[in-house]
């Protein structure tokens, strides 16, 4: 994987470490004024075509996990792991898993992030 998508991940992976977040909050996140965000580091502001790619990556290797609205409209329901959400991604939310918290550990213990 380029260096530079392996960033976008990680940077998008960190948007996730304390909660589930639906994409227009990850873009928030990421792009924001807060210490959760990474525009500067990434050298411009993120765009929803680098998220959605970045999320489809890390749901892929089983990172991060989609979930849906449940039929009855009261909660979120979980997809399968590795399994991208049908349709548009910004109608899904996203968590990162296990796994996930394993990747993003390493990635802030090898370069001195501890934002979590």
């Not at 928030?28 to 807060?34: A, C, E, F, I, Y």
Request: hydrophobic share 35%; glycine share 10%; proline share 3%.
């Amino acid at each position: 994987m380029p260096k530079r998508e392996l960033r976008a991940d990680m940077y998008v992976l960190d948007s996730l470490a304390n909660d589930v977040e639906d994409l227009d909050s990850i873009l928030q996140l990421l792009n924001g004024n807060t210490e959760f965000a990474w525009r500067d580091e990434w050298g411009h502001a993120f765009r929803r075509e680098d998220i959605v790619e970045s999320l489809s990556r890390l749901i892929r290797r089983k990172a991060i996990r989609a979930y849906v609205l449940s039929a009855d409209g009261k909660g979120l329901e979980g997809l399968s792991e590795g399994v991208l959400p049908s349709g548009d991604f910004g109608d899904a939310h996203y968590g990162i898993t296990p796994h996930g918290r394993i990747l993003h550990r390493h990635w802030c213990d090898e370069n001195g992030n501890d934002r979590s």
